[in-house]
């Protein structure tokens, strides 16, 4: 099961801000890098943040993170019709010794 | 470019043994880790495990220890996962990915491209 807990849905116009937070614990979020994936409809989950809050290169400027804490978020700014997907936050965990994910939200565009 | 290629879709019986391929291609595949996750029909990700491909150290979930063998083919830049004793829970996609910064540990900064995924439905 997953132990970073995650929204399950976000959503908003065309324009719009969206953020998606992502809660988990010390021995994750508390104590290493947070990364982001996007998973549009029927593909693989693609990289968005990487180190807490770096987007690799090609991925839009409109994507931001942040970490706070044992709390991560990822803000859509501009929302656009080609956001509607599932987002997933990241984290090695110390405690569990593997890499666990966020329960996953799905951003709709209204 | 950087890409991982899957092997296609596979159908099992329960008891069953798969092994699933990922082949590397446009970066030196022994400089980084790969690490395999899964997701079943309408979930979320879930982590199997990790290979250096450096030495083939590994570390695999604790839900899989026993089950699971992940292993590389440096010669032919190619990661294998083999999954056994095959359940109707085991149908999911499989996906593997490459890992930034866990060569020689499993702690994987972030995951970096992914493959494009295989199905695997386990199905009397």
């Known amino acids: 099961q997953s132990v970073l807990i995650q929204s399950p849905s976000a959503s908003g116009t065309p324009g719009q801000r969206v953020t998606i937070s992502c809660s988990g614990s010390s021995s994750n979020i508390g104590s290493n890098i947070v990364s982001w994936y996007q998973q549009l409809p029927g593909t693989a989950p693609k990289l968005l943040i990487h180190?807490?809050?770096q987007r690799p290169s090609g991925v839009p400027d409109r994507f931001s993170g942040s970490k706070s804490d044992t709390s991560a978020s990822l803000a859509i700014s501009g929302l656009q019709s080609e956001d509607e997907a599932d987002y997933y936050c990241a984290a090695w965990d110390d405690s569990l010794k593997g890499h666990v994910f966020g329960t996953g939200t799905k951003v709709s565009v209204l | 470019q950087v890409q991982l290629v899957q092997s296609g879709a596979e159908v099992k019986k329960p008891g069953a043994s798969v092994k699933v391929s990922c082949k590397a291609s446009?970066?030196?595949?022994?400089?980084?880790?790969i690490t395999w996750v899964r997701q079943a029909p309408g979930q979320g990700l879930e982590w199997m495990g990790w290979i250096s491909t450096y030495n083939g150290d590994t570390n695999y979930a604790q839900r899989f220890q026993g089950r699971v063998t992940m292993t590389t083919d440096t010669s032919t830049s190619t990661a294998y996962m083999e999954l056994r004793s095959l359940r109707s829970d085991d149908t999911a996609i499989y996906y593997c990915?490459?890992?930034?910064?866990?060569?020689?540990?499993?702690?994987?900064?972030?995951?970096?491209?992914w493959g494009q995924g295989t199905l695997l439905t386990v199905s009397s």
């Open positions: 446009g970066y030196t595949f022994n400089s980084y880790g």
């Open positions: 990915a490459r890992g930034s910064a866990c060569l020689y540990s499993g702690s994987c900064n972030w995951l970096d491209p």
């Open positions: 180190n807490d809050n």
